[in-house]
């Protein structure tokens, strides 16, 4: 799936725990998309990219060390290494349907070249993404208006703010109370 939507399923999903910071969410968000870390092999040319995409870091070897190495930035580190890889996963299962037909989960990559690949995967460019991504967007919008944050939270709290203040605070609302985390 598009890099976007793996992004805002991290957020969005992240947003149901309650107790969770903005740190916390930011790292959901990181585990959630960072398998696509693969596709920069584009720089170095298609050939690189068709070889090595949904490969280096679509694998659980790479989850675990991604997971491990965003655990290493949170307080619970064993409760945010589980709930990254959960996250890692969703990325896996997302891609699993919404990367094309051609795409496979190469799991267990080095250690086997097997690739899992489903029988129901939709095209990329296909109305499913593009709805997954509106539907994302949509519960995005929702959460900066009832919760008064957004995915910048962490990385750009003034914008944050900012982008807030546009929309109307819903009826009843009380002002967010921030901590610094
Ligand atoms: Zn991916």
């Not at 659980?60 to 307080?75: K, R």
Request: hydrophobic share 50%; aromatic share 14%.
């Amino acid at each position: 799936m598009h890099v976007q939507t793996h992004i805002l399923s991290g957020w969005c999903v992240a947003n149901l725990v309650p107790t969770f910071a903005p740190r916390d969410r930011l790292l959901c968000m990181l585990a959630a998309s960072l398998a696509d870390l693969d596709g920069l092999g584009i720089v170095f040319g298609q050939d690189v990219y068709w070889d090595y995409h949904h490969k280096l870091g679509h694998n659980l070897l790479y989850g675990i060390l991604l997971c491990i190495i965003l655990a290493l930035f949170a307080t619970r580190r064993l409760l945010a290494f589980a709930v990254c890889l959960g996250f890692y996963h969703l990325h896996l299962l997302m891609d699993y349907y919404g990367s094309g037909p051609g795409w496979g989960i190469p799991y267990l990559w080095p250690f086997s070249p097997r690739e899992w690949r489903s029988s129901d995967a939709w095209p990329f460019y296909s109305w499913q993404n593009l709805s997954a991504f509106v539907i994302l967007l949509l519960w995005t919008i929702w959460i900066v208006w009832r919760q008064r944050r957004t995915p910048l939270e962490s990385v750009m709290p003034n914008l944050d703010r900012q982008l807030v203040r546009l929309l109307p605070r819903p009826e009843g609302a009380v002002a967010p109370q921030r901590t610094k985390r």
